[in-house]
């Protein structure tokens, strides 16, 4: 039994962990906003619009001013165990700049959230992090302790609504 049950929680947690084809990119629907704008073209929510170039001279990415803790919000308006948030950084330049950066996730909306992940390699363009089923509301990027440029061409979060466990019916004793 312990074998089978080992097994199955081994598979829920690989779910989690990837992106499901056909899975459904919260943060699509979500609402977006960041530390500041470096130019009027590198909005936040082009951080959110489905498109994956890198090459921010041809499809523009989100990008923060030089700012201290820079940072990107997405507000997925409802509690989510969020398994795994795919970052696709820019690949024309500066890669490098994403380096340390955080991902947090959970219930507050200031971004004073648990770390689920730093980003320590940027060799690849895409980036998938895994948050194990870490609950919240909110998924931030933030650069902690530096000034820097944040900047994304797109950010996914994929995961499961966070269903509030049912309460089993209290008994009235009668005496």
């Known amino acids: 039994c312990i074998v089978v049950l080992l097994a199955f929680a081994a598979v829920g947690w690989a779910q989690l962990c990837n992106p499901q084809i056909g899975g459904q990119n919260l943060a699509r629907s979500g609402g977006v906003k960041q530390s500041s ?20 001279f041809v499809q523009a990415c989100a990008i923060t001013g030089y700012d201290k803790n820079a940072w990107w919000q997405v507000d997925l308006k409802n ?6 948030v795919v970052i696709v950084n820019r690949g024309d330049c500066c890669a490098d700049r994403l380096k340390g950066a955080q991902i947090r996730v959970g219930n507050s909306a200031d971004n004073n959230n648990p770390v689920c992940a730093t980003v320590t390699d940027v060799s690849q363009l895409t980036i998938n992090m895994c948050c194990k089923g870490m609950v919240g509301q909110y998924v931030s ?20 609504e966070n269903k509030p466990e049912e309460k089993p019916e209290e008994k009235q004793l009668c005496w």
Not at 79 to 84: A, D, F, M
Not at 141 to 158: A, D, F, K, S
């Open 37 to 56: 704008t470096y130019a009027p073209q590198y909005t936040v929510d082009k951080a959110i619009d489905g498109i994956k170039n890198t090459n921010t």
């Open 141 to 160: 990027v933030v650069i902690p302790g530096r000034n820097e440029y944040l900047q994304l061409c797109e950010v996914e979060v994929y995961g499961e």
């Open 79 to 84: 509690s989510y165990k969020v398994g795994s």
